[in-house]
């Protein structure tokens, strides 16, 4: 069977990447033909992503896979940050960053006018303060707002400019709790009772759909022939639980990197009081499915920790933290990882001290206990989500699949199989840049289904097994009644 190429862009919220997928008929494979940085940019006291210069980066990588001859391309970014376009279709200001802090306050305000009940019953989503209804919400009456004509997704906006083309793609549009997942549509009454236009949000369409062929001047500038522009899950996380390897029976997933998303796959959403009190949320899946899960503030802790020590001209050598923190005493100290102060940027050793002061325990006084204390404060959170997803969906998971960067740290997935008590199957790390291709994959005809797909998976990737250790259990009981005590997550 002949090979087909695929280009996946895949946006972080630390770096993107533009990767050529290889799809032979039986196995898939990704290469990266070009990473580039992807960090908000602070001006007067905002900050902002720049989507000129990931255009230009994208355009840039695109031209690398001129000899390839790729069949089709797809964006996928992290969620809940959006464009506002004029009726021109030109772009009003740089869109914010979800760490911008325009948005304080701004949740609490928003419950005081539409209920955070009724919020949820029509969108079934968590309440984080980043998300894009809050932001909206806090950009009401400011001339931004008033001119625009259309709203985008960030992965939308990219498509746009490759195709012409202005719609939403399903799973980030659900990401933005101005959406309905049961009606799929835009939570009309939710946007109007808040004083949001409604106007501004355009079609939805689903994962798989065609939006038609790159623009000739974008093709003829990067060396590419004719080819097709396809919406993958255009949220990442969509895009790698795309990827999971999951065979039939009760699993879950974490995607772990910046942020950590731990959930099940259902084929309904649920809306019920249950999860509205446990803070889960649901978003879009490809194929119709929908990720019941909860964000989880991930290795940004980690990331934003080595930031300051290299600024400080300390070592950050991530095999030599991993290493460290294995030598180091167990549970020595332990964080809510979610907690508020742990979002915006800036100084992480201390604020994680400070949250050991706060709560009576040692601070970490090495990186390796500091790189301790956040794979262990993680691990049980994982614990605590995953209890939780088994208690709304009545199925208790049986495996825990990692998928993503953090499915490379060994220590992490024993950690969370120790604290989880079950196996942890580790792999893909592409499984983002994977799923972006097997959902172009399906669309171009050459991969049937969803089943089909995670098959093609199976074959195709190295994955790493790790089985609880019977004798740690207690040691993770204990630790997770002591962060309990410490205060709610």
Same mark, same amino acid.
């Given at each position: 069977?002949?090979?087909?190429?695929?280009?996946?862009i895949?946006?972080g919220?630390?770096?993107?990447?533009?990767?050529?997928?290889r799809?032979?008929?039986?196995?898939?494979?990704?290469?990266?033909?070009?990473?580039?940085?992807?960090?908000?940019?602070?001006?007067?006291?905002?900050?902002?992503?720049?989507p000129?210069?990931?255009?230009?980066?994208?355009?840039?990588?695109?031209?690398?896979?001129?000899?390839?001859?790729?069949?089709?391309?797809?964006?996928?970014?992290?969620?809940?940050?959006?464009?506002?376009?004029?009726?021109?279709?030109?772009?009003?200001?740089?869109?914010?960053?979800?760490?911008?802090?325009?948005?304080?306050?701004?949740?609490?305000?928003?419950?005081?006018?539409?209920?955070?009940?009724?919020?949820?019953?029509c969108?079934?989503?968590q309440?984080?303060?980043?998300?894009?209804?809050?932001?909206?919400?806090?950009?009401?009456?400011?001339?931004?707002?008033?001119r625009?004509?259309?709203?985008?997704?960030?992965?939308?906006?990219?498509?746009?400019?490759?195709?012409?083309?202005?719609?939403?793609e399903?799973?980030?549009?659900?990401?933005?709790?101005?959406?309905?997942?049961?009606?799929?549509?835009?939570?009309?009454?939710?946007?109007?009772?808040?004083?949001?236009?409604?106007?501004?949000?355009?079609?939805?369409?689903?994962?798989?759909?065609?939006?038609?062929?790159?623009?000739?001047?974008?093709?003829?500038a990067?060396?590419?022939?004719?080819?097709?522009?396809?919406?993958?899950?255009?949220?990442?996380?969509?895009?790698?639980?795309?990827a999971?390897?999951?065979?039939?029976?009760?699993?879950?997933? +974490?995607?772990?990197?910046?942020? !950590?998303? #731990? $959930?099940?796959?259902?084929?309904r959403?649920?809306?019920? =009081? /249950? &999860? %509205?009190?446990?803070?889960?949320?649901?978003?879009?899946?490809v194929?119709?499915?929908?990720?019941?899960l909860?964000?989880?503030?991930?290795?940004?802790?980690?990331?934003?920790?080595?930031?300051?020590?290299?600024?400080?001209?300390?070592?950050?050598?991530?095999?030599?933290?991993?290493?460290?923190?294995?030598?180091?005493?167990?549970?020595?100290?332990?964080?809510?990882?979610?907690?508020?102060?742990?979002?915006?940027?800036g100084?992480?050793?201390?604020?994680?001290?400070?949250?050991?002061?706060?709560?009576?325990q040692p601070e970490?006084?090495?990186?390796?206990?500091?790189?301790?204390?956040?794979?262990?404060? +993680?691990?049980?959170?994982?614990? !605590?989500? #995953? $209890?939780?997803?088994?208690?709304?969906?009545?199925?208790r =998971? /049986? &495996? %825990?699949?990692?998928?993503?960067?953090?499915?490379?740290?060994?220590?992490?997935?024993?950690?969370?199989?120790?604290?989880?008590?079950?196996?942890?199957?580790?792999?893909?790390?592409?499984?983002?840049?994977?799923?972006?291709?097997?959902?172009?994959?399906?669309?171009?005809?050459?991969?049937?289904?969803?089943?089909?797909?995670?098959?093609?998976?199976?074959?195709?990737?190295?994955?790493?097994?790790y089985?609880?250790?019977?004798r740690?259990?207690?040691?993770?009981?204990?630790?997770?009644?002591?962060?309990?005590?410490?205060?709610?997550?």
């Open positions: 069977m002949t090979k087909e190429h695929y280009l996946a895949d946006l919220a630390g770096s993107g990447r533009v990767m050529l997928g799809f032979d008929g039986s196995t898939i494979g990704v290469d990266e033909l070009h990473r580039f940085p992807n960090t908000g940019v602070e001006v007067l006291g905002r900050l902002h992503w720049d000129l210069r990931l255009y230009a980066e994208m355009c840039r990588g695109m031209g690398a896979a001129s000899g390839f001859k790729p069949v089709s391309l797809g964006v996928d970014t992290w969620g809940v940050d959006f464009a506002l376009l004029d009726r021109d279709g030109e772009l009003i200001r740089n869109p914010h960053h979800y760490r911008d802090g325009g948005t304080a306050g701004k949740m609490a305000e928003a419950l005081g006018v539409v209920s955070r009940e009724r919020i949820f019953e969108t079934g989503l309440f984080m303060e980043i998300n894009s209804l809050f932001q909206l919400f806090a950009m009401k009456g400011g001339p931004a707002l008033e625009a004509s259309s709203l985008l997704m960030m992965p939308d906006l990219f498509h746009y400019w490759f195709t012409g083309e202005r719609v939403c399903f799973t980030d549009a659900t990401t933005s709790q101005c959406y309905d997942p049961r009606r799929r549509d835009w939570a009309h009454s939710v946007l109007k009772a808040l004083g949001i236009p409604t106007g501004i949000f355009g079609e939805v369409v689903d994962p798989g759909t065609d939006l038609g062929a790159l623009r000739r001047p974008v093709a003829e990067c060396g590419l022939p004719a080819m097709r522009v396809t919406a993958p899950g255009t949220h990442d996380t969509a895009s790698a639980v795309a999971v390897p999951a065979r039939h029976g009760d699993w879950a997933y +974490l995607s772990s990197g910046t942020w !950590s998303l #731990l $959930g099940v796959e259902s084929d959403p649920h809306v019920t =009081p /249950e &999860v %509205l009190a446990k803070n889960f949320t649901n978003e879009g899946g194929c119709r499915t929908t990720r019941l909860k964000n989880i503030c991930g290795l940004w802790l980690l990331e934003e920790c080595r930031r300051e020590w290299s600024r400080h001209g300390m070592g950050t050598d991530y095999a030599e933290l991993l290493e460290g923190a294995a030598r180091c005493e167990r549970f020595r100290s332990l964080v809510d990882v979610d907690a508020p102060e742990f979002i915006p940027p100084d992480m050793p201390g604020r994680i001290a400070e949250a050991c002061r706060r709560t009576g970490p006084r090495s990186t390796g206990e500091f790189a301790r204390a956040i794979f262990e404060s +993680l691990a049980l959170r994982y614990r !605590s989500v #995953l $209890g939780d997803a088994g208690e709304i969906t009545g199925r =998971p /049986e &495996v %825990l699949h990692i998928v993503g960067g953090g499915s490379r740290n060994g220590l992490l997935c024993q950690f969370a199989a120790d604290a989880c008590g079950v196996p942890v199957i580790a792999g893909p790390v592409e499984a983002t840049a994977a799923g972006n291709c097997l959902m172009q994959g399906m669309a171009s005809g050459r991969i049937g289904d969803l089943a089909e797909a995670r098959a093609i998976v199976r074959q195709s990737f190295d994955l790493a097994h089985d609880p250790d019977p740690a259990a207690q040691g993770w009981e204990d630790a997770a009644g002591r962060l309990a005590d410490a205060g709610p997550a």
